[in-house]
């Protein structure tokens, strides 16, 4: 298994650009999630997923949308990028709601100029 | 409201114990995770408590007091590749779809 795969691994953008972040998982899990990592900073949640079809807000949904039309992708969406989205996002999943033991993708680094 | 405090920065030795705590504060619990994330990779999963007490897994053990809020991740046996950081989480609603994560704690072990 793959587990969770991210793609661009870095990328550089111009203010006002937009671009899609891509996110599959192997695992047949339900549960998938987008986060953001500023240096020094934990994680915040963008957007989840508890399963095909069904995408929620996390704490810093704006300047972003999800979909989700299978259970393995769950690709992220910028649109007119700006200098505050310069961070590193991670897509994680998970199997169940319960003991939620989250496998991380390698992350993209992303920077805005 | 949604808090979860951790230290900044810790130092400890090779083959010495260390004792990182959290506290957290949210509108609902279900469940302190610790994750451990070397830099300039992605966190990974290494330990969940629900109820109190301590969950012990080799060389890392967890404890978990919930009327106080207050968890810590205990490593015993430092070894260099113990040096990353330590994210504390909670799922603060009714189930754990949302985990809260804490900034963090940069633990360096020196020789």
């Known amino acids: 298994n793959a587990g969770v795969t991210q793609t661009p691994k870095f990328r550089i953008l111009k203010i006002g650009q937009s671009m899609t972040l891509q996110c599959t998982q192997d695992?047949?899990?339900?549960?998938m999630y987008w986060y953001r990592q500023d240096p020094g900073m934990g994680l915040k949640l963008i957007y989840y997923?508890?399963?095909?079809?069904?995408?929620d807000k996390g704490e810093v949904p704006n300047g972003y949308n999800v979909s989700r039309s299978t259970t393995e992708d769950f690709p992220l969406r910028l649109e007119l990028a700006a200098p505050s989205q310069t961070s590193v996002y991670f897509c994680?999943?998970?199997?169940?709601?319960?003991?939620?033991?989250?496998?991380f993708g390698p992350g993209t680094r992303l920077t805005v100029l | 409201g949604q808090n979860i405090d951790q230290p900044t920065e810790m130092t400890a030795t090779e083959g010495a114990i260390v004792q990182i705590n959290c506290t957290y504060q949210t509108s609902g619990f279900n469940g302190l995770f610790w994750y451990q994330q070397h830099a300039g990779e992605a966190p990974t999963f290494l330990s969940y408590?629900?109820?109190?007490g301590l969950e012990e897994k080799g060389r890392f053990s967890s404890f978990l007091s919930r009327s106080k809020g207050y968890s810590y991740l205990l490593l015993k046996e430092l070894q260099m590749k113990d040096s990353a950081s330590y994210l504390c989480a909670v799922g603060g609603s009714y189930n754990t779809d949302k985990l809260i994560f804490g900034t963090g704690t940069r633990l360096q072990v020196f020789p």
């Open positions: 408590n629900v109820l109190d």
């Open positions: 997923s508890v399963g095909a079809g069904i995408t």
């Open positions: 695992m047949n899990h339900n549960y």
């Open positions: 994680a999943s998970s199997l169940d709601r319960v003991t939620n033991e989250q496998f």
